[in-house]
C-alpha cells in the first residue's frame, strides 16, 4: 500500500527557509521519478520540482528555480525539498507524489493517484 506523508512546513518569513520531508512506503523512490507539487487556495496544484528515479536529473518550475532544492535519502525513502529565499507567494499546501513512470518533468496533478495529506507553508511578514 502507497502512503506518502509530508511534514516540514511552517511559517515563516519573507526570505525564510523550510525544508520538507515525504516519506513514502509502499515503494521504493528510486522505481519512480517524484514530485513536488503545490496548491494555494482557489488554484490549481501544480508541480515545482521533480527528481527522477535515477536521482541523476531534476527539473524545477522557473518560480522556484534557483531558490528551492529537491534531494532524496534512498536508505530512509525519503525525498526532501529546500526552500530558501522563501517569498508569500510561495504559501500553499505542499505535495510530493510518484509519477509513475522514470523521468521528469512531472505532468497535470490530474494524472496521479498517490498523494500524503500535504504539509502547510504560509510565509508572510
Known amino acids: 500500500q502507497v502512503q506518502l506523508v509530508e511534514s516540514g512546513g511552517g511559517l515563516v518569513q519573507p526570505g525564510g527557509s523550510l525544508r520538507l520531508s515525504c516519506v513514502a512506503s509502499?515503494?521504493?523512490?528510486?522505481?519512480?521519478?517524484i514530485g513536488w507539487f503545490r496548491q494555494a487556495p482557489g488554484q490549481e496544484r501544480e508541480g515545482v520540482s521533480c527528481?527522477?528515479?535515477?536521482?541523476?536529473?531534476?527539473y524545477y518550475a522557473d518560480s522556484v528555480k534557483g531558490r528551492f532544492t529537491i534531494s532524496r535519502d534512498n536508505a530512509k525513502n525519503t525525498v526532501y525539498l529546500q526552500m530558501n529565499s522563501l517569498k508569500p507567494e510561495d504559501t500553499a499546501v505542499y505535495y510530493c507524489?510518484?509519477?509513475?513512470?522514470?523521468?521528469?518533468?512531472?505532468?497535470?496533478?490530474?494524472?496521479?493517484?498517490?498523494w500524503g495529506q500535504g504539509t502547510q507553508v504560509t510565509v508572510t511578514s
Open positions: 507524489a510518484p509519477l509513475g513512470y522514470y523521468y521528469c518533468p512531472p505532468g497535470p496533478s490530474t494524472e496521479y493517484d498517490y
Open positions: 509502499g515503494f521504493t523512490l528510486d522505481s519512480y521519478a
Open positions: 527528481l527522477s528515479s535515477s536521482g541523476e536529473s531534476t
